[in-house]
């Protein structure tokens, strides 16, 4: 928070980063006297009833849909929780036409790289010229969020290519899975208010 983040997050996904709700209050317990910083959970297929149990029991800002969700599931997610709902598409070269809906019924609309049996935070770096063109299309003024192996490297030119709304990292500023680099950390900051 000292470095300005406008959101801290916690992964109940699965995967090397994930969280039990007992580490989840640990982590985010720093938050609870910014009024500046969200707190975002990650979640994979699990129901909206189990989603809201999570998000009152955490006290969670935004949910984070990265299972591939439908309009339909966001609608659900939200209604079950009464927060925000972010729902992560995955993509390839470009962004998926199907997945244009989104833009209207999620708060905001993730864009991450398509990785095989992964759900995100695999580092893989998204293609941004290539899909650029049909998320500027899609859009409509909508919150965007990128993320997709952003590192301190790279992420000044993802922003000057994509112009998201924010930003989403982990691997990038981290030394193993989930084991953050302060200096990575400092770093990614500085470059993005390049």
Known sequence: MRLGA???????????????????RTVLAATRDSDHVRRVGVFGADTPAAIARVVAEVGLDVVQLSADPDAETVDAVRGATGVE????????????????????????????????????????????????????????????VLAGGLTPENVAQAIAVLQPDVVDVSSGVETAPGIKDHERMRAFVAAIHS
């Open 85 to 144: 709902v972010w729902a992560a598409v995955r993509c390839t070269t470009e962004f998926p036409l199907s997945a244009s809906a989104l833009f209207a019924h999620a708060d905001a609309v993730l864009i991450d790289a398509k990785v095989d049996g992964k759900l995100g935070g695999t580092g893989q770096t998204l293609p941004w010229e290539a899909i650029a063109p049909s998320i500027s299309a899609m859009r409509a003024g909508q919150c965007f």
């Open 6 to 24: 406008g959101y801290v997050g916690v992964i109940f996904a699965g995967g090397p980063r994930l969280v039990t709700i007992d580490q989840a």
